[in-house]
């Protein structure tokens, strides 16, 4: 069970940029997942991630209007859609799946966590 995310770079303010997440070794599609960030000197904490009590996704508040995340099931991929970005949207973003349930993005139900990719927020 492998989780690799990819897809970040350098983007200016006000900009976009979409990150994907491919996992190896099971089935994204039945799965719940999760994305989080970690920016330099502060602890992980959670963007977006689905819930597992009614199939629907929890966004922090940072996130909400701004961020989204879909699945392409064919491809095992699931993509976070970042729009307006932030100076402080700047962290190394993951992707986990999900080993226990929960309704928020505490990364201590999160698991398989892959190499991260940093997203840059700069101008």
């Known amino acids: 069970v492998q989780l690799q995310a990819s897809g970040g770079g350098l983007v200016q303010p006000g900009g976009s940029l979409r990150l994907s997440c491919a996992a190896s070794g099971f089935s994204l599609g039945r799965s719940a997942i999760g994305w989080f960030r970690q920016a330099p000197g502060k602890e992980r904490g959670g963007v977006l991630c689905d819930s597992s009590s009614d199939g629907g996704t929890y966004y922090a508040d940072s996130a909400k209007g701004r961020f989204t995340m879909s699945r392409d099931n064919a491809k095992n991929t699931a993509y976070l859609q970042m729009n307006s970005l932030r100076p402080e949207d700047t962290a190394v973003y993951y992707c986990?799946?999900?080993?226990?349930?929960?309704?928020?993005?505490?990364?201590?139900?999160?698991?398989?966590w892959g190499q991260g990719t940093l997203v840059t927020v700069s101008s």
């Open positions: 986990a799946t999900r080993y226990y349930p929960g309704d928020y993005c505490a990364a201590f139900d999160f698991g398989s």
